[in-house]
């Protein structure tokens, strides 16, 4: 229309009457206030840049307030004349594209800040390589950091300049629990391949030129107009989809690897019904599967997102296997109580940490030194490097998860010692005021954190060591002593190692070692 | 010092410029007696006589191309194409003459002539009335283009194109024509073609644009919460483009939101995106945005609200790429 | 050796019915009957209320600038007189709308079109007119190409095409002519010379004399004729059409008429044009001599003028009502329209434009949800 429509029927707001123009100077009124007039009456004379000429009234009706006095310069789009009440005789002005534009710019005005897309379309973070953008890569170089071994706590996994100097700070490439991220935008979704075609339906006939459809009747016309699917036709969402978020586990040193640790990927969220075309990156099926109302959603990012991080890093490098024992602990048993009555309090885990001292430690005499191990450099050029000490990693159980507070030079250590030591650092590790150095540079790790329930278990080995034990829940059981059958103690053991470094004879022998040691106590 | 709108600077300007230079002249469809259908030239013809402000047959071609000869014999034309709907016929002289007779003849043959052209939507025209082509004359070599989207600017930049020794297309945004007001000095001054403007300075995002949106992104900046600081630039000249001013700006920022009405695909938008990208490459901390009209016609006015890139748009994009 | 004569011809001038409503007894006789100058004249009447309303709707803010045919009629309807109507092509400029309006074209669409509503040029199927035309003269090379295309296909089919006097000044007008007289189309150029291209008169448009002799130099049979004068189009139209249908190629007729309105609502006309001259053209009316032929023939009075009157009235009127009644068009007309099969680009674009800045990404806009249902 030539100008804006008042949303009151009953206002005439003065229209453009020539293409741009701003104001018209009313030169004479042609009605009072309180005449009647016919549609298309004259109203008034006024005078534009482009002509002088009369305003004819848009319907018919009873003039209530004509705005403006002879002489005055009115501008378009304010009120000119106003009528009373709903006039009668011919149409009042439709609603104009005007009232159609203010409802889009509500529409649009009601957009989610921050909906910018986290990825390029079609790409999730690939193994090995880190998202970012071009400003933080080149602050990665210059503070001579590798991006790629960077954890990154943006969105969709992207490295931040924040991460690069937590990661500087803590050392490098011994991957270090990230400083928590702050909070990411809520439901950013990551795209669809949004490159692929997809075969749209066409209008409802092919035209030859000049000989379009006929007019139809103007109500069915949307329908006519080509759109032959379904929504085609109907008005868009206006709003996205919101993200569903796998619900994350708890971090077990021993889980099944890959099952829920997922690697850098936020998680492809997938609309309903929509259909991804073969192009796209198939969305995880569990997560597809799993995806309902009252999932509880919890942001993969932070302290969690780093140890999921670690673990998938360590079983993507050391090739797990375990073997699996159990030892008669009832002797141990029957010390600890001596202990205890004693006024020492111990648990079975300084003992155990202890028999693997033993085992493990060269200076200590233990002779599978192999099992206290890492592997250097990469590529062509590896070294295996045994440790001269034993650092002992305990898993320890957070409210933020795994934690790995370190002993140092565990096998200078006794019993006692160790048990001490223990206390220690898994208080500090809850408590989080352990300090860095102390959550870090283990040789060996024990995991006794099934010990609650459950009896052999697959763990993964804490990176970069090559072994790990897992401690299963002691248990009352039948034990064999002189031919007899009498109810003792058992204790499952299960020992994880990489068998990139550790063949399964060694890593049995050294169990077996283990078990001996745990079964004659007074050696320890 | 007047306050004036477009219509009433580029008046000034002709004016005062046929006053000064006597090979000046001006020619169109109805800019003589008419004054032009926007009266752009009102009272030209008036004051300068039939010669020299002249109402022409109806031929776009027949216009451009004899102000090519006239431009190389001495004269300083500045012909008007009614509409740019109506730059058709007159594109062949443009572009494969006007633009290349300097070239062709190692500059023993050079056009000297300004084509003012009317350009952009939101006045509900009919068809043909409301198109951008800045990016097709830009990409044609030899020509200048410039849109100055203020009465301040429009002024400047006109008395610089008639008395540049090249061809220039001189688009006047006419949603703009009588919409805004500012003091014009009456003294001689000139806008240099090829330097852009910094509207106002910012650290967050640069918005980039030119013409009548300029107003759209200068009104979705008053609605950004208060901490949003935005360095917005007029580019006023589309071709040569002031590279130096939009990077620096970007190089601060690191995120762009680029704004034009013309359609998206292979607008100028794409070409800016593409220096920042080149030239701001490690500064960058969002993708470069675009807000511009979609890849079809311009909609009668029923439905050309959808489609102009105005300020909810552009608010729109400025907080996409600040949550990036 | 003395000069000899290499071409030589003269322009006609034909008129029938003076504007005092007299009839040139022999050219008018058993030219129309009663009965189709009567009808001619209702029709008359109505368009021009049309053309009246159309103003005030403009001057209202109801509708966009319009370009008013006010004094045009008889040419418009004395040549669709002679076209047939779904068989013959009407390829109009934007002041012939009585022409349209006969050949089948809905009245509201014009109204429709320049309410700035892409519906108003969906021309129904059967009905051969092209959409109104706003850059000048690009159309009739279009209206060459129609008829050479009927010509080739064996169709017993003639385009007509009007075009003002302005148009006749664009390149595209020589080269649609030229083609023309080539290809040897069946076709009529219908040269509707109101005086003034908005206000550049005809004096300053071309050097010639007049506007039927620029057919000369593309070997098209022409003629000018008073276009105020509904008998002398009708003939002469009628006899393009029959050389035309004989395959006798196309011919030029220069309608002189007089445009009594501004250019457009945009434009006013005091700006350059004398009011005696506009008063000497509306003694001249085609409205005027018209309904006094018919009085004089005894077959109007004023009884039957108010009744005529009131009847334009109220079809003018039914007609803007249906104009404005129409439904909002639908948005996504501003993309469906642009290829026969959407681009998948393109097709992002119109499936995001309202919820981001521009089509960036379609999970954006719960296009999923829409894909569902």
Same mark, same amino acid.
């Given at each position: 229309m030539a100008g804006k429509v008042s949303s009151d029927p009953n206002i005439f707001l003065l229209p453009d009457i020539g293409e741009g123009l701003q104001e018209a100077e009313l030169i004479k009124w042609l009605v009072k206030e309180g005449d009647t007039v016919e549609e298309q009456q004259a109203l008034a004379e006024v005078e534009t840049d482009k002509a002088l000429t009369e305003i004819p009234s848009p319907r018919a009706g009873t003039i209530k307030t004509l705005h403006g006095a002879d002489g005055d310069s009115i501008n378009v789009? /304010?009120?000119?004349?106003?009528?009373?009440?709903?006039?009668?005789?011919?149409?009042?002005?439709?609603? #104009?594209?005007?009232?159609?534009?203010?409802?889009?710019?509500?529409?649009?005005?009601?957009?989610?800040?921050?909906?910018?897309?986290?990825?390029?379309?079609?790409?999730?973070?690939?193994?090995?390589?880190? @998202?970012?953008?071009?400003?933080?890569?080149?602050?990665?170089?210059?503070?001579?950091?590798?991006?790629?071994?960077?954890?990154?706590?943006?969105?969709?996994?992207?490295?931040?300049?924040?991460? $690069?100097?937590?990661?500087?700070?803590?050392?490098?490439?011994?991957?270090?629990?990230?400083?928590?991220?702050? *909070? #990411?935008?809520?439901?950013?979704?990551?795209?669809?391949?949004?490159?692929?075609?997809?075969?749209?339906?066409?209008?409802?006939?092919?035209?030859?030129?000049?000989?379009?459809?006929?007019?139809?009747?103007?109500?069915?016309? =949307?329908?006519?107009?080509?759109?032959?699917? =379904?929504?085609?036709?109907?008005?868009?969402?206006?709003?996205?989809? *919101?993200?569903?978020?796998?619900?994350?586990?708890?971090?077990?040193?021993?889980?099944?690897?890959?099952?829920?640790?997922?690697?850098?990927?936020?998680?492809?969220?997938?609309?309903?019904?929509?259909?991804p075309a073969s192009a796209r990156p198939i969305p995880d099926p569990a997560q597809q599967s799993l995806a309902s109302a009252g999932d509880a959603s919890t942001p993969f990012k932070g302290v969690r997102k780093t140890i999921a991080n670690r673990l998938r890093q360590s079983v993507d490098t050391a090739v797990h296997f375990t073997v699996m024992d159990e030892a008669d602990v009832t002797d141990l048993d029957a010390l600890r109580r001596q202990f205890a009555e004693a006024g020492t309090k111990l648990s079975f885990l300084p003992f155990v940490a202890s028999a693997v001292c033993k #085992?493990?430690?060269?200076?200590?005499?233990?002779?599978?030194?192999?099992?206290?191990?890492?592997?250097?450099?990469?590529?062509?050029?590896?070294?295996?490097?045994?440790?001269?000490?034993?650092? $002992?990693?305990?898993?320890?159980?957070?409210?933020?998860? @795994?934690?790995?507070?370190?002993?140092?030079?565990?096998?200078?250590?006794? #019993?006692?010692?160790?048990?001490?030591?223990?206390?220690?650092?898994?208080?500090?590790?809850?408590?989080?005021?352990?300090?860095? /150095?102390?959550?870090?540079?283990?040789?060996?790790?024990?995991?006794?954190?099934?010990?609650?329930?459950?009896?052999?278990?697959?763990?993964?080995?804490?990176? *970069?060591?090559?072994?790990?034990?897992?401690?299963?829940?002691?248990?009352?059981?039948?034990?064999?002593?002189?031919?007899?059958?009498?109810?003792?103690?058992?204790?499952?053991?299960? $020992?994880?190692?990489?068998?990139?470094?550790?063949?399964?004879?060694?890593?049995?022998?050294? @169990?077996?070692?283990?078990?001996?040691?745990?079964?004659?106590?007074?050696? @320890? | 010092m007047a306050e004036l709108n477009l219509v009433q600077s580029i008046n000034l300007a002709l004016a005062q410029e046929m006053e000064r230079d006597d090979r000046v002249m001006v020619l169109g469809e109805d800019v003589g007696l008419n004054g032009g259908v926007f009266r752009v030239t009102d009272g030209l013809q008036k004051r300068f006589g039939e010669d020299r402000v002249v109402d022409t047959p109806l031929a776009e071609s027949g216009i451009l191309g004899t102000s090519i000869g006239l431009a190389s014999n001495g004269m300083l034309p500045v012909p008007e194409s009614q509409f740019e709907g109506f730059l058709g016929p007159a594109y062949d002289q443009i572009v494969h003459h006007a633009g290349r007779m300097r070239n062709r003849t190692r500059g023993a043959v050079t056009v000297p002539l300004t084509v003012r052209v009317p350009v952009g939507g939101g006045i509900h025209a009919p068809e043909l009335h409301s198109d951008s082509p800045e990016a097709i004359y830009s990409h044609h070599v030899g020509v200048k283009v410039v849109m100055p989207s203020t009465p301040y600017d429009a002024k400047g930049l006109l008395l610089a194109a008639i008395r540049d020794p090249d061809p220039v297309v001189f688009f006047e945004p006419k949603r703009v024509y009588r919409s805004y007001k500012e003091h014009v000095p009456e003294d001689d001054y000139t806008v240099e073609i090829g330097e852009a403007k910094v509207l106002s300075e910012g650290e967050d995002v640069t918005v980039i644009t030119w013409g009548a949106t300029v107003f759209q992104a200068l009104a979705a900046l008053d609605e950004l919460p208060e901490d949003v600081s935005v360095e917005l630039i007029d580019m006023r000249t589309i071709y040569p483009m002031d590279e130096d001013t939009i990077v620096e700006s970007v190089q601060k920022t690191g995120r762009c939101v680029l704004v034009h009405e013309a359609a998206r695909t292979a607008g100028m938008g794409a070409e800016i995106a593409t220096i920042l990208q080149e030239k701001c490459f490690l500064h960058l901390e969002a993708p470069v945005q675009r807000v511009t009209g979609f890849d079809t016609v311009m909609p009668y006015y029923k439905l050309e609200n959808h489609y102009l890139p105005e300020a909810p748009r552009i608010k729109e994009a400025i907080a996409q790429v600040l949550a990036y | 050796m003395p000069r000899t004569v290499a071409y030589k011809t003269q322009i006609q001038h034909l008129s029938v019915l003076d504007e005092n409503g007299k009839l040139d007894s022999k050219l008018g006789k058993d030219l129309l009957s009663d009965e189709q100058v009567q009808q001619s004249y209702e029709h008359m009447t109505v368009c021009r209320q049309y053309d009246e309303v159309a103003f005030k709707l403009q001057r209202s803010g109801r509708m966009g600038t319009f370009p008013q045919n006010k004094g045009q009629e008889a040419a418009a309807i004395g040549s669709a007189l002679a076209a047939r109507k779904g068989q013959d092509w009407l390829v109009p400029a934007y002041r012939e709308n009585a022409a349209l309006f006969m050949h089948g074209l809905p009245m509201h669409s014009v109204l429709t079109y320049w309410m700035g509503d892409e519906r108003g040029s969906q021309i129904p199927e059967g009905v051969k007119i092209t959409p109104l035309s706003v850059p000048i003269g690009t159309h009739m090379l279009h209206a060459t190409g129609i008829a050479w295309a009927a010509k080739m296909r064996k169709e017993d089919s003639v385009t007509l095409t009007y075009f003002g006097d302005g148009a006749t000044s664009e390149g595209d007008f020589h080269e649609a002519a030229n083609f023309a007289g080539v290809v040897q189309a069946p076709c009529i150029f219908i040269c509707q010379n109101n005086s003034w291209a908005i206000s550049v008169p005809r004096e300053k448009q071309t050097a010639s004399e007049t506007f039927a002799q620029k057919a000369l130099a593309y070997g098209i049979p022409t003629i000018q004729v008073d276009g105020n004068d509904l008998f002398a189009m009708y003939l002469a139209t009628k006899e393009a059409h029959d050389r035309a249908r004989k395959g006798e190629g196309p011919t030029f007729i220069e309608a002189v008429t007089y445009r009594l309105a501004d250019h457009t609502t945009a434009d006013d006309a005091s700006r350059y044009r004398d009011?005696?001259?506009?008063?000497?053209?509306?003694?001249?009316?085609?409205?005027?001599?018209?309904?006094?032929?018919?009085?004089?023939?005894?077959?109007?009075?004023?009884?039957?003028?108010?009744?005529?009157?009131?009847?334009?009235?109220?079809?003018?009127?039914?007609?803007?009502?249906?104009?404005?009644?129409?439904?909002?068009?639908?948005?996504?007309?501003?993309?469906?329209?642009?290829?026969?099969?959407?681009?998948?680009?393109?097709?992002?674009?119109?499936?995001?434009?309202?919820?981001t800045s521009l089509g960036q990404n379609p999970d954006q806009a719960g296009l999923g949800a829409r894909a569902a249902r």
């Open positions: 789009g /304010e009120p000119f004349v106003s009528y009373e009440g709903a006039g009668g005789g011919a149409s009042a002005p439709e609603p #104009t594209a005007d009232n159609g534009t203010a409802e889009t710019a509500r529409e649009d005005d009601g957009t989610v800040v921050g909906k910018m897309s986290a990825d390029t379309p079609g790409l999730t973070r690939q193994a090995g390589k880190a @998202l970012a953008t071009p400003a933080v890569r080149r602050k990665a170089r210059e503070m001579g950091v590798d991006i790629n071994a960077v954890p990154g706590s943006g969105i969709g996994g992207r490295v931040l300049e924040k991460d $690069l100097v937590a990661f500087a700070s803590s050392g490098g490439a011994s991957a270090k629990p990230a400083a928590p991220a702050a *909070p #990411t935008p809520a439901a950013a979704p990551a795209p669809a391949a949004s490159t692929t075609r997809r075969p749209m339906p066409r209008p409802a006939a092919p035209q030859p030129q000049y000989q379009p459809q006929p007019m139809p009747q103007m109500q069915q016309q =949307p329908q006519q107009m080509g759109y032959g699917m =379904p929504q085609m036709g109907m008005p868009p969402m206006g709003m996205p989809m *919101p993200m569903m978020m796998m619900p994350v586990p708890m971090m077990m040193p021993y889980g099944m690897p890959g099952m829920g640790m997922g690697g850098g990927s936020a998680g492809v969220p997938v609309a309903p019904g929509y259909v #085992t493990m430690a060269p200076r200590v005499g233990g002779r599978f030194g192999a099992l206290n191990a890492r592997v250097e450099g990469s590529g062509d050029d590896q070294t295996i490097v045994e440790h001269h000490a034993v650092h $002992l990693g305990i898993a320890t159980d957070t409210d933020a998860g @795994l934690m790995v507070p370190v002993i140092r030079d565990a096998d200078a250590m006794d #019993t006692v010692g160790l048990s001490d030591a223990i206390a220690n650092a898994a208080n500090g590790a809850r408590t989080r005021t352990a300090a860095r /150095e102390d959550l870090s540079g283990s040789t060996f790790t024990i995991s006794n954190v099934g010990s609650h329930a459950g009896m052999f278990a697959t763990p993964v080995i804490n990176a *970069p060591e090559v072994g790990i034990l897992a401690v299963g829940k002691v248990y009352d059981a039948v034990v064999v002593r002189d031919g007899q059958a009498v109810v003792g103690k058992k204790m499952p053991l299960s $020992l994880a190692c990489d068998h990139r470094v550790v063949d399964g004879a060694t890593a049995a022998l050294a @169990l077996a070692e283990i078990v001996k040691m745990l079964q004659e106590p007074q050696g @320890l | - | 009011t005696s001259e506009l008063d000497a053209w509306k003694a001249k009316d085609p409205l005027i001599r018209l309904r006094k032929y018919l009085e004089n023939k005894g077959l109007w009075d004023d009884e039957k003028q108010e009744a005529l009157e009131a009847k334009a009235k109220a079809i003018v009127q039914e007609v803007v009502k249906t104009a404005e009644e129409m439904p909002k068009p639908d948005v996504n007309d501003i993309f469906d329209y642009t290829f026969a099969e959407i681009p998948e680009s393109l097709r992002v674009q119109r499936d995001t434009m309202r919820t």
